[in-house]
């Protein structure tokens, strides 16, 4: 499933939700994501990744009530198995994503990542934290892709 890393090209063939191009691999915020480099959507696929939940930030507190129980469908489609992409508000950085039923991953599209980073800055100017926001931007994404947020989600919605 994972081939040649570094290689700038889709290797699992995705296509954009959005506009149906493929995919490609990207470092973004230090995390490797399949974006769209027509409309700069990022897809982040599920990974088994829990230890990673303690790195940089304690999500032990946020993560109680970051999720409102709702979501909405969409007309985007999952990447991997075509099912509806259902749109949540992930509350504790007022951001709203897609996800998929299924668990194969997230989709979030550019003006959002750009938004979230704003948002951080500010809180960090406001309250003068230590952490550089793109380090709790980067852990906040990896957390995402562990599958733990994903069982959560179901867990609210079903
Ligand atoms: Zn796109
Ligand atoms: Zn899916």
Known sequence: MYGSRGTYRSEVGLKCPNCKVDLVSA???????????????????????????????????HA??????????????????AASLRRFQ???????????E???GYWLANDEDTRVLELMRQ??????????VEDRWAATLRRMR????????RERLH
């Open 146 to 153: 562990s599958g733990t947020l994903l069982e959560r989600l």
């Open 64 to 81: 109680k009530g970051t999720l409102i129980p709702s979501s909405s469908p969409t007309t985007l489609k999952c990447p991997e198995c």
């Open 90 to 100: 992930y509350r504790f950085y007022d951001l709203e994503m897609e996800f998929c």
């Open 123 to 132: 809180e960090e100017k406001d309250l003068q934290r230590k952490l550089r």
């Open 27 to 61: 470092a973004r915020h230090k995390i490797t994501v399949q974006t769209c480099p027509s409309c700069k959507g990022m897809w982040f696929e599920s990974q088994q990744l829990e230890e990673l939940e303690d790195e940089t930030f304690d999500f032990g507190e």
């Open 102 to 104: 299924n668990q194969h």
